[in-house]
């Protein structure tokens, strides 16, 4: 019996990746580095930090850059993304998501959400649906991104449900590992290829039935 709905955000709730491949594709381009679409996969659920760092072993470039000028580079990529984001309404929102949360409200199910994205309050805003988010994990507050557990282990003490009356839905591999980690009901949303991991796999939010889910 299920008693919280965890969502990541990215790729669940809204396809932004497409924006986060632009950002860091014009910030890599900057610093000589070339990144393709395939590649842009790798950083699926990973922290901005970490994306960062993948984007400087990808181009050989790991040694070449201090703190600072890394934690610049990351806020440039912040501000190239943010631009794109302006576009962002509640069209966006991916098939399924609405009526699912609505009627988690409606049951007194609590949400809550579990995203490496430190624009997740934004982007909620954005897309008119914070509202229906009981919590938000704070990414700034973990000692691990995913696919450590922590994440998800926070997501369901902010709602107050133990792990195992919790399901999390998750596009990414990282974060089907760290749900699993968790001993969380992992479903993954499937975008570009499967993600076996998980304990089921849907195309989109539109084929979760709350009913099944809470009985
Ligand atoms: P930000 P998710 C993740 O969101 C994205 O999948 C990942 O590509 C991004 O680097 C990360 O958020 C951090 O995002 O730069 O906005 O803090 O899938 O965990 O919702
Ligand atoms: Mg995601």
Sequence with gaps: ?????????????VDTAGYHYLAWKKLASEIGIDIDEQFNQSLKGIS???????????GNKQNSFTIEEKNMLSERKNEYYLKLLDNISPKDILPGVLDLIKQANQYNIP?????ASQ??????KKLAIKHYFQSIVD?????????????????ARLIDVPAQYCVGFEDSMAGIQALKKARIYAIG????GPLHE?????????????HTLIK
């Design 1 to 13: 019996m299920v008693k919280g709905l965890i969502f990541d955000l990215d790729g669940v709730i």
């Design 48 to 58: 901005r930090v970490e994306s960062l760092d993948k984007i400087l072993r990808h």
């Design 111 to 115: 949400c809550v959400i579990a995203s």
């Design 119 to 124: 624009n997740a309050p934004t982007i909620l």
């Design 139 to 155: 990414p700034q507050s973990l000692k691990q991104g995913k696919p450590d557990p922590e994440i998800f282990l926070k997501a």
């Design 189 to 192: 949303i499937i975008a570009e």
């Design 198 to 210: 998980a304990d089921r796999e849907v195309y989109s939010l539109t084929e979760i039935n709350i």
